[in-house]
Protein backbone atom coordinates (compact mmCIF):
# COMPACT_ATOMS: atom_id res chain seq x y z
CA UNK A 1 0.00 0.00 0.00
CA UNK A 2 1.62 3.38 -0.73
CA UNK A 3 2.62 5.36 2.36
CA UNK A 4 2.28 8.93 0.95
CA UNK A 5 -0.75 10.40 0.10
CA UNK A 6 -1.52 11.00 -3.56
CA UNK A 7 -3.77 13.60 -5.72
CA UNK A 8 -4.20 12.19 -9.70
CA UNK A 9 -4.39 14.81 -11.80
CA UNK A 10 -5.83 13.40 -14.93
CA UNK A 11 -5.75 15.11 -18.28
CA UNK A 12 -7.82 13.88 -20.74
CA UNK A 13 -10.62 12.97 -18.06
CA UNK A 14 -13.14 12.73 -20.61
CA UNK A 15 -11.79 10.56 -23.44
CA UNK A 16 -11.82 6.97 -23.76
CA UNK A 17 -8.66 5.85 -21.88
CA UNK A 18 -9.48 7.57 -18.99
CA UNK A 19 -13.36 6.05 -19.54
CA UNK A 20 -12.09 2.62 -19.81
CA UNK A 21 -9.06 1.97 -17.99
CA UNK A 22 -7.86 4.73 -16.18
CA UNK A 23 -10.98 5.44 -13.93
CA UNK A 24 -11.81 2.22 -13.08
CA UNK A 25 -8.31 1.06 -12.09
CA UNK A 26 -8.28 3.60 -9.92
CA UNK A 27 -11.98 2.39 -8.04
CA UNK A 28 -10.50 -1.11 -8.45
CA UNK A 29 -7.33 -0.41 -6.69
CA UNK A 30 -9.61 1.55 -3.80
CA UNK A 31 -11.49 -1.25 -3.81
CA UNK A 32 -8.64 -3.87 -3.17
CA UNK A 33 -7.20 -1.51 -0.46
CA UNK A 34 -4.23 -0.05 -2.51
CA UNK A 35 -4.91 3.30 -2.80
CA UNK A 36 -3.22 5.55 -0.17
CA UNK A 37 -4.46 5.77 3.37
CA UNK A 38 -6.11 9.68 1.66
CA UNK A 39 -6.22 11.21 -2.19
CA UNK A 40 -7.70 12.80 -4.35
CA UNK A 41 -8.27 13.26 -8.20
CA UNK A 42 -8.88 16.24 -10.38
CA UNK A 43 -10.44 15.49 -14.19
CA UNK A 44 -9.15 17.86 -16.46
CA UNK A 45 -10.14 18.29 -20.03
CA UNK A 46 -9.75 21.59 -22.30
CA UNK A 47 -12.50 24.50 -21.36
CA UNK A 48 -14.44 23.82 -24.54
CA UNK A 49 -16.32 20.20 -22.37
CA UNK A 50 -18.50 21.63 -20.24
CA UNK A 51 -18.51 19.59 -17.20
CA UNK A 52 -19.09 20.32 -13.35
CA UNK A 53 -17.62 18.42 -11.11
CA UNK A 54 -21.10 16.65 -10.45
CA UNK A 55 -21.67 15.62 -13.95
CA UNK A 56 -18.27 14.20 -13.66
CA UNK A 57 -18.88 12.10 -10.83
CA UNK A 58 -22.12 11.05 -12.78
CA UNK A 59 -19.46 10.14 -15.96
CA UNK A 60 -17.33 8.01 -13.48
CA UNK A 61 -20.02 6.51 -12.29
CA UNK A 62 -20.89 5.55 -16.24
CA UNK A 63 -17.61 4.68 -16.52
CA UNK A 64 -17.79 1.92 -13.80
CA UNK A 65 -20.89 0.91 -14.84
CA UNK A 66 -20.03 0.23 -18.47
CA UNK A 67 -16.06 -0.74 -18.17
CA UNK A 68 -15.26 -1.73 -14.58
CA UNK A 69 -14.43 -5.37 -13.70
CA UNK A 70 -16.19 -5.33 -10.51
CA UNK A 71 -19.79 -4.52 -9.43
CA UNK A 72 -19.70 -1.25 -8.31
CA UNK A 73 -20.57 -1.20 -4.10
CA UNK A 74 -22.87 1.89 -3.98
CA UNK A 75 -21.32 3.00 -0.33
CA UNK A 76 -17.92 2.94 -1.05
CA UNK A 77 -18.49 4.76 -4.26
CA UNK A 78 -20.01 7.55 -2.44
CA UNK A 79 -16.54 8.15 -0.01
CA UNK A 80 -14.69 7.21 -3.34
CA UNK A 81 -16.74 10.03 -5.30
CA UNK A 82 -15.89 13.12 -2.86
CA UNK A 83 -12.78 12.94 -3.54
CA UNK A 84 -13.09 13.69 -7.29
CA UNK A 85 -13.58 17.05 -8.35
CA UNK A 86 -13.61 18.28 -12.08
CA UNK A 87 -11.43 21.58 -13.15
CA UNK A 88 -11.81 22.65 -16.58
CA UNK A 89 -7.80 23.96 -17.89
CA UNK A 90 -6.77 25.10 -21.36
CA UNK A 91 -2.95 25.34 -21.79
CA UNK A 92 -2.86 28.87 -22.12
CA UNK A 93 -4.30 29.69 -18.42
CA UNK A 94 -3.54 26.83 -15.92
CA UNK A 95 -4.06 28.84 -12.90
CA UNK A 96 -7.54 27.96 -11.66
CA UNK A 97 -5.74 24.33 -12.13
CA UNK A 98 -3.06 25.38 -10.22
CA UNK A 99 -5.30 26.76 -7.43
CA UNK A 100 -7.36 23.14 -7.40
CA UNK A 101 -4.20 21.32 -6.86
CA UNK A 102 -2.99 23.36 -3.97
CA UNK A 103 -6.59 23.34 -1.99
CA UNK A 104 -6.89 19.50 -2.56
CA UNK A 105 -2.90 19.12 -1.60
CA UNK A 106 -3.77 20.92 1.48
CA UNK A 107 -6.35 18.11 2.76
CA UNK A 108 -4.11 15.81 2.43
CA UNK A 109 -0.32 14.87 4.49
CA UNK A 110 2.54 16.66 4.38
CA UNK A 111 4.51 14.99 1.49
CA UNK A 112 1.70 14.37 -0.71
CA UNK A 113 2.10 12.72 -4.30
CA UNK A 114 1.21 14.79 -6.99
CA UNK A 115 0.84 12.77 -10.42
CA UNK A 116 -0.04 14.45 -13.84
CA UNK A 117 -1.31 11.90 -15.63
CA UNK A 118 -1.61 12.88 -20.09
CA UNK A 119 -4.02 10.80 -21.38
CA UNK A 120 -4.38 12.71 -23.98
CA UNK A 121 -4.38 12.88 -27.71
CA UNK A 122 -0.38 12.97 -28.68
CA UNK A 123 -0.81 17.04 -30.55
CA UNK A 124 -1.73 17.71 -26.81
CA UNK A 125 1.12 16.28 -25.37
CA UNK A 126 3.98 19.00 -25.92
CA UNK A 127 1.92 22.00 -25.20
CA UNK A 128 0.72 20.71 -22.10
CA UNK A 129 3.83 19.74 -20.94
CA UNK A 130 5.32 23.07 -21.58
CA UNK A 131 1.90 24.84 -19.34
CA UNK A 132 3.01 22.63 -16.80
CA UNK A 133 6.13 23.65 -16.22
CA UNK A 134 5.53 27.11 -16.83
CA UNK A 135 2.80 27.14 -14.44
CA UNK A 136 4.89 25.50 -11.99
CA UNK A 137 2.59 22.46 -11.71
CA UNK A 138 5.56 20.55 -12.94
CA UNK A 139 7.83 21.29 -9.74
CA UNK A 140 8.11 18.32 -7.67
CA UNK A 141 5.33 16.00 -9.30
CA UNK A 142 5.53 13.02 -10.92
CA UNK A 143 4.70 12.97 -14.71
CA UNK A 144 2.70 9.77 -16.38
CA UNK A 145 2.68 9.23 -19.69
CA UNK A 146 0.82 7.35 -22.53
CA UNK A 147 2.35 6.17 -25.90
CA UNK A 148 2.71 7.19 -28.44
CA UNK A 149 5.94 8.49 -27.85
CA UNK A 150 6.57 10.55 -30.99
CA UNK A 151 5.91 9.19 -34.82
CA UNK A 152 9.91 8.82 -35.40
CA UNK A 153 12.94 9.51 -34.06
CA UNK A 154 13.04 13.46 -34.55
CA UNK A 155 9.21 13.67 -32.70
CA UNK A 156 10.14 11.06 -29.89
CA UNK A 157 13.42 13.34 -29.34
CA UNK A 158 11.20 16.62 -29.29
CA UNK A 159 8.80 15.09 -26.85
CA UNK A 160 11.58 13.26 -24.67
CA UNK A 161 13.10 17.26 -24.34
CA UNK A 162 9.93 18.77 -23.56
CA UNK A 163 9.53 16.35 -20.89
CA UNK A 164 12.93 17.18 -19.79
CA UNK A 165 12.72 20.82 -19.97
CA UNK A 166 10.23 20.55 -16.92
CA UNK A 167 10.46 17.21 -15.18
CA UNK A 168 13.92 14.89 -14.20
CA UNK A 169 13.46 11.56 -15.58
CA UNK A 170 13.38 10.25 -12.33
CA UNK A 171 9.95 11.69 -12.29
CA UNK A 172 8.59 10.19 -15.45
CA UNK A 173 6.73 7.51 -16.31
CA UNK A 174 6.37 6.30 -19.49
CA UNK A 175 3.71 3.84 -19.54
CA UNK A 176 3.37 0.87 -22.10
CA UNK A 177 0.29 -0.98 -20.18
CA UNK A 178 1.60 -4.44 -21.78
CA UNK A 179 4.44 -4.32 -19.16
CA UNK A 180 1.81 -4.53 -16.57
CA UNK A 181 0.38 -7.73 -17.74
CA UNK A 182 1.53 -10.64 -15.09
CA UNK A 183 2.82 -12.39 -18.38
CA UNK A 184 5.21 -9.77 -19.11
CA UNK A 185 6.76 -9.82 -15.53
CA UNK A 186 6.14 -13.73 -15.63
CA UNK A 187 9.20 -13.41 -18.33
CA UNK A 188 11.34 -12.26 -15.65
CA UNK A 189 10.53 -15.06 -13.58
CA UNK A 190 10.69 -17.94 -16.08
CA UNK A 191 13.78 -16.60 -17.64
CA UNK A 192 16.32 -15.56 -14.21
CA UNK A 193 14.78 -17.75 -11.78
CA UNK A 194 15.15 -21.55 -13.75
CA UNK A 195 18.19 -23.31 -14.21
CA UNK A 196 16.14 -25.07 -16.75
CA UNK A 197 15.48 -22.10 -18.82
CA UNK A 198 17.86 -19.12 -18.69
CA UNK A 199 20.96 -21.70 -19.78
CA UNK A 200 19.42 -22.40 -23.05
CA UNK A 201 17.64 -18.80 -24.16
CA UNK A 202 20.37 -18.11 -26.93
CA UNK A 203 21.18 -19.30 -30.39
CA UNK A 204 22.88 -22.23 -29.44
CA UNK A 205 19.28 -23.98 -28.63
CA UNK A 206 16.88 -21.84 -29.87
CA UNK A 207 15.92 -21.80 -33.76
CA UNK A 208 13.09 -18.90 -33.63
CA UNK A 209 11.02 -16.79 -31.60
CA UNK A 210 7.43 -15.53 -32.41
CA UNK A 211 6.09 -12.97 -30.77
CA UNK A 212 2.26 -12.94 -32.09
CA UNK A 213 -0.69 -10.57 -30.88
CA UNK A 214 -4.04 -10.63 -32.88
CA UNK A 215 -6.64 -9.01 -32.37
CA UNK A 216 -9.94 -9.48 -33.31
CA UNK A 217 -11.43 -6.15 -32.85
CA UNK A 218 -11.83 -3.52 -35.86
CA UNK A 219 -10.43 -0.03 -35.67
CA UNK A 220 -14.18 0.39 -34.25
CA UNK A 221 -14.69 4.23 -35.07
CA UNK A 222 -10.93 4.72 -34.45
CA UNK A 223 -10.53 6.01 -37.78
CA UNK A 224 -9.20 9.42 -37.98
CA UNK A 225 -6.98 8.16 -35.12
CA UNK A 226 -5.26 5.20 -36.63
CA UNK A 227 -5.25 7.18 -40.53
CA UNK A 228 -2.33 8.89 -38.09
CA UNK A 229 -0.64 5.85 -36.63
CA UNK A 230 -1.08 2.43 -38.42
CA UNK A 231 -0.31 -0.85 -36.71
CA UNK A 232 3.07 -0.31 -36.58
CA UNK A 233 3.44 2.67 -34.68
CA UNK A 234 0.16 1.68 -32.34
CA UNK A 235 1.45 -1.91 -31.50
CA UNK A 236 4.64 -2.64 -32.56
CA UNK A 237 6.88 -0.17 -32.03
CA UNK A 238 5.38 0.30 -28.55
CA UNK A 239 4.10 -3.25 -27.01
CA UNK A 240 5.44 -5.93 -29.38
CA UNK A 241 8.86 -4.18 -29.12
CA UNK A 242 8.37 -4.27 -25.28
CA UNK A 243 7.51 -8.10 -24.96
CA UNK A 244 10.55 -8.94 -27.05
CA UNK A 245 12.66 -6.56 -24.58
CA UNK A 246 11.89 -8.82 -21.91
CA UNK A 247 11.85 -11.92 -24.03
CA UNK A 248 15.50 -11.60 -25.67
CA UNK A 249 17.54 -9.04 -23.48
CA UNK A 250 20.94 -9.76 -21.89
CA UNK A 251 20.09 -10.62 -17.71
CA UNK A 252 19.88 -7.25 -16.18
CA UNK A 253 21.93 -6.45 -12.85
CA UNK A 254 19.21 -6.07 -10.54
CA UNK A 255 15.24 -6.32 -11.65
CA UNK A 256 14.92 -2.23 -10.71
CA UNK A 257 14.18 0.42 -13.50
CA UNK A 258 17.60 1.63 -14.20
CA UNK A 259 18.77 -1.90 -15.11
CA UNK A 260 15.63 -3.33 -16.78
CA UNK A 261 16.31 -0.08 -19.13
CA UNK A 262 19.97 -0.29 -19.22
CA UNK A 263 19.63 -4.38 -20.68
CA UNK A 264 16.35 -3.11 -22.80
CA UNK A 265 18.55 -0.26 -24.42
CA UNK A 266 21.48 -2.52 -25.49
CA UNK A 267 19.23 -4.74 -27.13
CA UNK A 268 17.16 -2.31 -28.88
CA UNK A 269 21.16 -1.26 -29.88
CA UNK A 270 21.60 -4.69 -31.21
CA UNK A 271 18.35 -4.63 -33.38
CA UNK A 272 19.13 -4.23 -37.58
CA UNK A 273 17.79 -1.48 -38.91
CA UNK A 274 14.18 -2.80 -40.43
CA UNK A 275 13.37 -2.54 -44.09
CA UNK A 276 10.69 -3.36 -45.67
CA UNK A 277 12.11 -6.51 -47.03
CA UNK A 278 11.39 -8.34 -43.86
CA UNK A 279 8.29 -6.83 -43.17
CA UNK A 280 4.46 -7.24 -44.41
CA UNK A 281 1.88 -5.03 -43.58
CA UNK A 282 -1.83 -5.70 -44.44
CA UNK A 283 -4.96 -4.14 -44.71
CA UNK A 284 -8.01 -5.49 -43.93
CA UNK A 285 -10.89 -5.73 -46.16
CA UNK A 286 -13.64 -3.10 -45.31
CA UNK A 287 -11.33 -0.84 -43.45
CA UNK A 288 -11.26 1.88 -46.22
CA UNK A 289 -15.25 2.16 -45.91
CA UNK A 290 -14.77 3.32 -41.85
CA UNK A 291 -15.33 6.81 -40.77
CA UNK A 292 -12.47 8.69 -40.86
CA UNK A 293 -10.37 7.04 -43.17
CA UNK A 294 -9.11 8.30 -46.70
CA UNK A 295 -10.76 6.50 -49.83
CA UNK A 296 -7.40 5.51 -50.77
CA UNK A 297 -5.63 4.97 -47.41
CA UNK A 298 -2.49 2.97 -47.47
CA UNK A 299 -1.98 2.55 -43.74
CA UNK A 300 -1.53 -0.90 -42.40
CA UNK A 301 -4.09 -2.44 -39.74
CA UNK A 302 -1.75 -5.77 -39.95
CA UNK A 303 2.18 -6.06 -39.62
CA UNK A 304 4.42 -9.40 -39.74
CA UNK A 305 7.97 -8.80 -39.54
CA UNK A 306 10.92 -10.55 -39.17
CA UNK A 307 13.70 -8.85 -36.42
CA UNK A 308 17.10 -9.68 -36.67
CA UNK A 309 19.19 -8.78 -33.34
CA UNK A 310 23.04 -8.81 -34.22
CA UNK A 311 24.68 -9.78 -30.63
CA UNK A 312 26.35 -13.31 -29.62
CA UNK A 313 23.25 -14.59 -27.86
CA UNK A 314 20.81 -13.65 -30.59
CA UNK A 315 22.97 -14.05 -34.07
CA UNK A 316 21.32 -16.25 -36.81
CA UNK A 317 18.05 -16.09 -34.81
CA UNK A 318 15.02 -14.53 -36.63
CA UNK A 319 12.31 -12.58 -34.07
CA UNK A 320 9.22 -12.81 -35.90
CA UNK A 321 6.15 -10.82 -34.49
CA UNK A 322 2.78 -10.39 -35.72
CA UNK A 323 -0.20 -8.22 -34.92
CA UNK A 324 -3.26 -6.85 -37.27
CA UNK A 325 -6.90 -5.81 -36.63
CA UNK A 326 -10.26 -7.85 -37.31
CA UNK A 327 -8.16 -11.63 -37.22
CA UNK A 328 -9.17 -14.48 -36.66
CA UNK A 329 -8.58 -14.41 -32.74
CA UNK A 330 -7.42 -12.56 -29.81
CA UNK A 331 -4.32 -13.90 -28.36
CA UNK A 332 -0.84 -12.71 -26.56
CA UNK A 333 1.35 -15.99 -27.32
CA UNK A 334 5.18 -15.71 -27.30
CA UNK A 335 6.52 -18.94 -28.43
CA UNK A 336 10.29 -20.35 -28.84
CA UNK A 337 11.17 -23.23 -31.06
CA UNK A 338 14.05 -25.08 -29.96
CA UNK A 339 16.59 -26.39 -32.13
CA UNK A 340 15.85 -30.20 -33.16
CA UNK A 341 18.76 -32.73 -32.41
CA UNK A 342 19.42 -35.01 -35.32
CA UNK A 343 16.90 -37.53 -35.33
CA UNK A 344 18.64 -39.72 -37.96
CA UNK A 345 19.80 -42.62 -35.41
CA UNK A 346 15.70 -43.11 -35.27
CA UNK A 347 15.74 -43.41 -39.04
CA UNK A 348 18.77 -45.13 -39.57
CA UNK A 349 17.43 -47.78 -36.91
CA UNK A 350 14.52 -48.18 -38.62
CA UNK A 351 12.15 -46.15 -36.64
CA UNK A 352 8.95 -43.95 -37.31
CA UNK A 353 10.71 -40.28 -36.72
CA UNK A 354 7.38 -38.97 -39.33
CA UNK A 355 5.55 -37.10 -36.37
CA UNK A 356 8.27 -35.47 -35.00
CA UNK A 357 7.18 -31.69 -34.30
CA UNK A 358 9.66 -28.96 -33.57
CA UNK A 359 10.11 -28.66 -29.47
CA UNK A 360 8.49 -25.40 -28.35
CA UNK A 361 8.00 -23.20 -25.10
CA UNK A 362 4.73 -21.40 -25.92
CA UNK A 363 3.54 -18.33 -23.49
CA UNK A 364 0.13 -17.54 -23.16
CA UNK A 365 -0.20 -14.12 -22.03
CA UNK A 366 -3.59 -13.73 -21.39
CA UNK A 367 -4.96 -12.98 -17.72
CA UNK A 368 -4.43 -15.70 -16.05
CA UNK A 369 -2.31 -17.33 -18.84
CA UNK A 370 -0.71 -20.70 -19.32
CA UNK A 371 2.63 -22.08 -20.37
CA UNK A 372 3.02 -25.14 -22.67
CA UNK A 373 6.04 -27.32 -23.45
CA UNK A 374 5.30 -29.42 -26.57
CA UNK A 375 8.54 -32.08 -26.91
CA UNK A 376 8.72 -36.00 -28.36
CA UNK A 377 7.78 -38.62 -26.48
CA UNK A 378 7.86 -42.43 -26.75
CA UNK A 379 4.54 -43.66 -28.28
CA UNK A 380 3.67 -46.57 -25.76
CA UNK A 381 3.86 -50.16 -27.71
CA UNK A 382 6.02 -52.51 -28.11
CA UNK A 383 8.19 -50.19 -30.73
CA UNK A 384 10.37 -47.34 -29.77
CA UNK A 385 7.80 -44.96 -31.98
CA UNK A 386 7.70 -41.12 -31.67
CA UNK A 387 5.11 -39.06 -31.25
CA UNK A 388 4.45 -35.45 -29.49
CA UNK A 389 3.30 -34.31 -25.88
CA UNK A 390 2.80 -31.45 -24.00
CA UNK A 391 3.02 -30.40 -20.38
CA UNK A 392 0.71 -27.74 -19.24
CA UNK A 393 0.96 -24.66 -16.39
CA UNK A 394 -2.30 -23.41 -15.86
CA UNK A 395 -1.57 -19.85 -13.68
CA UNK A 396 -5.70 -20.05 -12.43
CA UNK A 397 -5.58 -24.07 -11.75
CA UNK A 398 -2.29 -23.91 -10.25
CA UNK A 399 -2.73 -20.71 -7.85
CA UNK A 400 -6.38 -20.86 -7.52
CA UNK A 401 -6.92 -17.13 -7.80
CA UNK A 402 -6.83 -15.07 -11.34
CA UNK A 403 -5.28 -12.02 -11.73
CA UNK A 404 -5.47 -9.52 -8.96
CA UNK A 405 -4.68 -6.60 -10.57
CA UNK A 406 -5.22 -5.29 -14.45
CA UNK A 407 -2.21 -3.99 -15.92
CA UNK A 408 -2.68 -0.42 -15.74
CA UNK A 409 -3.75 -0.81 -12.25
CA UNK A 410 -0.57 -2.73 -11.30
CA UNK A 411 1.10 0.52 -13.30
CA UNK A 412 -0.70 3.07 -11.17
CA UNK A 413 0.05 1.46 -8.45
CA UNK A 414 3.56 1.59 -9.17
CA UNK A 415 3.57 5.33 -9.66
CA UNK A 416 2.14 6.12 -6.66
CA UNK A 417 4.68 3.31 -4.57
CA UNK A 418 7.51 5.13 -6.79
CA UNK A 419 8.40 2.20 -8.26
CA UNK A 420 10.04 2.55 -12.11
CA UNK A 421 11.00 -1.11 -13.36
CA UNK A 422 8.20 -1.49 -15.88
CA UNK A 423 8.38 1.83 -17.22
CA UNK A 424 10.27 3.04 -20.00
CA UNK A 425 13.24 5.85 -20.47
CA UNK A 426 14.15 7.86 -23.53
CA UNK A 427 17.09 6.31 -24.81
CA UNK A 428 15.53 3.02 -25.37
CA UNK A 429 12.54 4.67 -27.18
CA UNK A 430 14.56 6.41 -29.37
CA UNK A 431 16.81 3.85 -29.88
CA UNK A 432 13.73 1.74 -31.35
CA UNK A 433 12.59 4.81 -33.57
CA UNK A 434 15.91 4.42 -34.66
CA UNK A 435 16.01 1.30 -36.01
CA UNK A 436 12.77 1.51 -37.33
CA UNK A 437 13.88 4.38 -39.44
CA UNK A 438 14.23 2.86 -42.73
CA UNK A 439 10.89 0.98 -42.43
CA UNK A 440 8.86 4.36 -41.61
CA UNK A 441 10.62 6.26 -44.32
CA UNK A 442 10.02 3.50 -47.20
CA UNK A 443 6.95 1.24 -45.74
CA UNK A 444 5.89 -1.92 -48.09
CA UNK A 445 2.21 -1.12 -49.60
CA UNK A 446 -0.43 -3.09 -47.43
CA UNK A 447 -1.92 -6.34 -48.93
CA UNK A 448 -5.47 -7.31 -48.31
CA UNK A 449 -6.72 -9.45 -46.10
CA UNK A 450 -10.17 -10.77 -45.35
CA UNK A 451 -11.54 -9.82 -41.94
CA UNK A 452 -11.24 -12.95 -39.50
CA UNK A 453 -8.27 -14.48 -41.07
CA UNK A 454 -4.61 -14.52 -39.97
CA UNK A 455 -3.71 -11.76 -42.58
CA UNK A 456 -2.60 -11.78 -45.94
CA UNK A 457 -1.38 -15.45 -47.43
CA UNK A 458 2.29 -14.02 -47.88
CA UNK A 459 2.33 -13.27 -44.01
CA UNK A 460 1.45 -16.97 -43.61
CA UNK A 461 3.87 -18.57 -46.00
CA UNK A 462 6.90 -16.00 -47.44
CA UNK A 463 7.51 -14.80 -44.48
CA UNK A 464 7.61 -17.46 -41.81
CA UNK A 465 9.30 -20.08 -44.19
CA UNK A 466 10.89 -22.58 -43.17
CA UNK A 467 8.69 -22.10 -40.31
CA UNK A 468 5.09 -21.56 -39.65
CA UNK A 469 3.01 -19.96 -37.20
CA UNK A 470 2.07 -21.01 -33.93
CA UNK A 471 -1.47 -19.98 -34.95
CA UNK A 472 -2.39 -20.92 -38.43
C1 LIG B 1 -3.56 -0.11 -27.30
C2 LIG B 1 -3.72 0.11 -28.78
O1 LIG B 1 -2.40 0.51 -26.83
O2 LIG B 1 -3.49 -1.50 -27.03
C3 LIG B 1 -4.95 -0.61 -29.28
O3 LIG B 1 -3.83 1.49 -29.06
C4 LIG B 1 -4.91 -2.07 -28.88
O4 LIG B 1 -5.06 -0.47 -30.70
C5 LIG B 1 -4.64 -2.22 -27.39
O5 LIG B 1 -6.15 -2.67 -29.22
C6 LIG B 1 -4.44 -3.66 -27.00
O6 LIG B 1 -4.38 -3.78 -25.62
P1 LIG B 1 -4.87 -5.08 -24.87
O7 LIG B 1 -4.36 -4.97 -23.49
O8 LIG B 1 -6.35 -5.07 -24.97
O9 LIG B 1 -4.28 -6.23 -25.64
Redesign the pocket.
Known sequence: VPTTDALFVLFGAMGDLAKRKLIPGLYHLYLAGLMPKDFRIIGTSPTEIKMETQLFQTHVHESLANFGRKEIEEESFSIFSKKISYIPADTTDFSKLQEAIHANKAALSEGAKTILYLAIPPPAFIPVIDALGASGIAKEAQLVIE?PFGSDLATAKELNSAIHRSFDEESVYRI???LG?EAVQNILALRFANGIFEPSWNHDSIDYVQID?P?T?T?EG?GAF?EK?G?FR??VV??LFQVLGFLAMDPPERLDGISLNKAKTSLFKAMRPITKDDVIYGQYAGYLDQPGVAPNSCVETFVACRIWIDNDRWAGVPFYLRTG?AMAT?R?LLTLGFKVPDLNRFHTSGLSNEHSSPNELVIDMADPGSIEINFMTKKPGPSLTLASASLNFNFLDNFNVAYELE?YERLIHDVMIGDRALFNEAEGIETLWEASAPLISDPPRPLAYEQGSYGPPEALETLISPYRWYLH
Open positions: KDHFKIELIRYTADMTHKGWA
